[in-house]
Each structure stands twice: as structure tokens, then as C-alpha cells.
């Protein structure tokens, strides 16, 4: 009687279905992060420019 769950092919794709769960929720996490930086950035730059100490920062 073949065993079902351990055959390379099956294996092979449990593995694959992880790595893209896994890939998944690595994505989302990464694009709320960069989304908060980026809400962050557009505070602090917000709050320089209403103080008028841009010139703080080199190259603005």
C-alpha cells in the first residue's frame, strides 16, 4: 500500500504551498511597514516645513 504523505511529489508541494505562505505574509508585513515609514516621513517633513527648518537637512 503506497503511503500518501510521503512521497517526494507530495512533499515537494507542501513545500512549495509554504514557501509561498510564507512569501505571502513576509509581503504583506513589508508593505505595512513601508507604509507607516513612509506616513512617518511625510509627518516629520510636514512638521519642518511649517517650523521652516528644512534647511536642517543637506541637500533640500
Known sequence: MPEPFTG???LLALA?????????IAIRIA???AVRVGIVAAVVLAALYATGSLGV???V
Open 57 to 59: 537637512i543637506p541637500g
Open 16 to 24: 512549495a504551498l509554504a514557501a509561498f505562505a510564507v512569501a505571502v
Open 31 to 33: 508593505i505595512k511597514l
Open 8 to 10: 517526494s511529489t507530495v
